[in-house]
Nanobody, 121 residues
Framework: QVQVVESGGGLVQPGGSLRLSCVASGFIFSRNLMTWYRQVPGKEREMVALIGSPGSTKYHNSVKGRFTISRDNAKNTVYLQMVNLKPEDTGVYYC???????????????WGQGTQVTVSS
């Protein structure tokens, strides 16, 4: 059974740092595309960063140079390191896993429940 669980959100002052974690179980994780999204009330969910199976990455323009996505395939975990946080980074951060599940070997596209990040003084 595929499951995606985020953690690491919280309240931080502008200029501060946070690291989000996302554990994706039930996948052949090393082959997954893992993506972080964020959403604020009244706006559409937007892609923040993604990482492919060979480690290729892509970022939203607003977070380039401040956020870093990485993965540890041995731990089935993807991370989002966020530094120099700004109030506009506030939102609910969701993790999404897309790939082949194990042992069913079927394509799966699953989301976590989200973790709140609040950047405020």
């Amino acid at each position: 059974q595929v499951q995606v669980v985020e953690s690491g959100g919280g309240l931080v002052q502008p200029g501060g740092s946070l690291r989000l974690s996302c554990v994706a179980s039930g996948f052949i994780f090393s082959r997954n595309l893992m993506t972080w999204y964020r959403q604020v009330p009244g706006k559409e969910r937007e892609m923040v960063a993604l990482i492919g199976s060979p480690g290729s990455t892509k970022y939203h323009n607003s977070v380039k140079g401040r956020f870093t996505i990485s993965r540890d395939n041995a731990k089935n975990t993807v991370y989002l390191q966020m530094v120099n946080l700004k109030p506009e980074d506030t939102g609910v951060y969701y993790c999404r896993g897309q790939g082949v599940s194990w042992p069913t070997e079927r394509w799966d596209d699953s989301w976590g429940q989200g973790t709140q990040v609040t950047v405020s003084s």
